[in-house]
Each structure stands twice: as C-alpha cells, then as structure tokens.
C-alpha cells in the first residue's frame, strides 16, 4: 500500500510541475509521424528484451510468462528513470517477478550478467 501511495504522490508531483502551455505548444508542433515511430519502438524494444529475459529465466530452469516479464520490464524501465544507474531498474524487474516465480535464485546475479554485460557464469568463489 505505501508503494502504491507514493507512486500516486510522485506522479501528482510530476503532473503539478507540467507546463501544461508549452506541453501543449510543444505537441501541436510535434511531427506525428516521427511520434509513432519513437512509440513504437520504445514499446518494440521493451517487448524484445522481456522476451530475452524471458528465454534467459527458461535456459536457467525458470518457467515465466512472457505477460509477467513484459510487465516486470515495463515496470523495471520506470524505476530506471529514478533509480542511480541502470541496476536500479533491473533490482525493481527482478522484485517484480520475486513475488511470481518459482524457483528464486535463477532471477539474480547471474541472468543480468548475461543480459547486460555476455558474461555466461558468474561465480563468485573463484
């Protein structure tokens, strides 16, 4: 619940800090073409690498939906915006699906290793 509320706090911050003027100035001079495109390949990049992650998580014997790795990415990438470097973002990813999958230790350090750095194993032992 208190994640909930300040979620809510944090966005009616946001939306209060809006120049609503040059918001709208700046959208009616927009290119609606140039728009979409950057839209949808946010959008096509963020489904692309839920469904790395996804194929990530099942080679490290992890069954996930790809809804539930599509929702922790999205999720993932507005924290990033907020959190210090990019680990911020993939901590949050990693919390979301914690609450959804079984077995725990496969969503860790060594899926974002492959992921963000091709390091294949990682053991710290050695």
């Known amino acids: 619940m208190a994640t909930g509320a300040?979620?809510?706090a944090a966005c009616i911050l946001l939306l209060?800090?809006?120049d609503w003027s040059a918001f709208q100035?700046?959208?009616q001079r927009a290119n609606g073409a140039w728009l979409m495109v950057a839209f949808l390949t946010i959008h096509a990049d963020r489904w692309f690498m839920a469904y790395k992650?996804?194929?990530l998580l099942t080679a490290s014997g992890t069954a996930v939906s790809v809804g539930n790795t599509i929702k922790a990415y999205y999720i993932g990438s507005f924290w990033s915006a907020f959190l210090p470097a990019s680990v911020?973002?993939?901590?949050?990813r990693i919390s979301c699906l914690r609450k959804r999958v079984r077995p725990l230790e496969n969503l860790g350090v060594e899926n974002l290793g492959v992921e963000n750095?091709?390091?294949e194993k990682f053991d710290a032992s050695e």
């Open 6 to 8: 300040i979620s809510v």
């Open 16 to 18: 209060w800090w809006v």
């Open 25 to 27: 100035e700046t959208i």
């Open 53 to 55: 992650w996804r194929d």
């Open 88 to 92: 911020g973002g993939d901590l949050v």
């Open 117 to 119: 750095f091709g390091v």
